[in-house]
């Protein structure tokens, strides 16, 4: 799905805190892409194997953030987004259901986040777009609208499944936005021009919040996704001696074909593919932050619990569709400029 021109900028952009600015992002790699998230605090962790290909679009408007994010391969992510805000988005197209904490949803769902963490897992060739808008804005503008029946409360997460009748009306509006900016910038320095993009982009999305059913189970940390978080926060504690499955399975409470049901529902892949696959995340983050001449491949590698360095070198190719080394000599090239 094209959203704008293949246009591709780096870090060095205007501020966030700029009246208006437009930018689409490019990336060949995860950290590449997770750096072009200016403001967000997010972590992502490469699932399935591949190279990924990432496409961020980001239009600042005075109170409100269009965006839409694309990603190739099957990425799980964690953070929270701008601070004091409310984030509404909907997957518009992916191989297989998006998950997000836990609860599986589809391209009919809104999904809005107010100043709570997010833990999204997209699938393989993903579209999400959506608005970043003031929390207290968007609450005072439902409540104005007594009839609507909505009230956004702080820490919120919702999952909303709106009728294509009302859905339809904010994508349509939330993508021509994005089109306008990104081929007719000049367009939106007017501020009467932004002011009407605001208020027909917030008009078209709370009536689709108004006509939605609210699944409120979000809010609720799912259990299978708790035998998840457990897993890999055993993983994780002891990087450098990984536990057995055998022993994740006895510590969280859960047999193999629980534990198996419960990763597949929450990230789509088994317990031991996932195990390994954050690890060898770390040791690319690692890899990719350069901490000095010094640093070897075999020294990450180790520190994530990887003997065998055949092994690592293999699967670390086979995620991410390149050597470690590759990785480490790009991240020093780009500390050499």
């Known amino acids: 799905m094209s959203l704008a021109p293949d246009t591709h900028t780096d870090a060095r952009t205007p501020?966030?805190?700029d009246p208006f600015t437009v930018r689409c992002t490019t990336s060949h790699s995860i950290e590449e892409h997770v750096h072009q998230l200016q403001g967000w605090d997010l972590r992502y962790d490469q699932?399935?194997?591949g190279r990924f290909e990432g496409r961020f679009t980001d239009i600042r408007l005075p109170g409100m953030q269009l965006f839409a994010e694309?990603?190739?391969?099957?990425?799980?992510?964690?953070?929270t987004l701008l601070p004091d805000s409310c984030g509404i988005g909907a997957m518009l197209q992916g191989r297989g259901a998006l998950s997000i904490n836990g609860v599986q949803t589809g391209t009919g769902t809104l999904l809005m986040c107010n100043a709570t963490e997010l833990d999204i897992c997209t699938p393989p060739d993903c579209t999400v777009a959506g608005v970043v808008v003031d929390a207290h804005e968007l609450q005072e503008a439902v409540e104005s609208m007594s009839d609507l029946g909505l009230r956004p409360e702080p820490d919120t997460l919702l999952a909303m499944t709106s009728p294509e009748a009302a859905l339809a009306p904010w994508r349509g509006m939330l993508l021509s936005a994005i089109e306008a900016a990104m081929q007719r910038p000049q367009c939106l320095h007017e501020p009467a021009a932004r002011q009407r993009l605001r208020d027909d982009l917030l008009l078209t999305l709370v009536d689709a919040m108004a006509g939605a059913y609210r699944h409120d189970g979000l809010q609720?940390?799912?259990?299978?996704?708790r035998f998840v978080d457990r897993a890999c926060e055993l993983v994780l504690a002891r990087p450098d001696e990984p536990p057995s499955l055998y022993?994740?399975?006895r510590r969280v409470g859960a047999s193999p074909r629980k534990l198996g049901y419960c990763f597949q529902d929450?990230?789509?892949?088994?317990?031991?593919?996932?195990?390994?696959a954050i690890r060898l995340n770390a040791a690319r983050r690692d890899l990719s932050?350069?901490?000095?001449?010094n640093l070897s491949v075999y020294e990450v590698a180790a520190r994530w619990g990887f003997w065998h360095f055949g092994h690592f070198s293999a699967d670390y190719k086979k995620l991410f569709a390149e050597l470690p080394s590759e990785t480490l000599r790009r991240a020093r090239a780009r500390q050499a400029h």
């Open 247 to 249: 022993e994740v399975c």
């Open 70 to 79: 694309t990603t190739a391969r099957r990425v799980r992510q964690r953070g």
């Open 266 to 276: 929450t990230l789509g892949v088994s317990p031991g593919r996932y195990l390994k």
């Open 289 to 293: 932050r350069d901490e000095g001449p």
């Open 220 to 225: 609720r940390i799912d259990s299978r996704k």
């Open 47 to 49: 699932i399935d194997s």
């Open 15 to 17: 501020p966030v805190c």
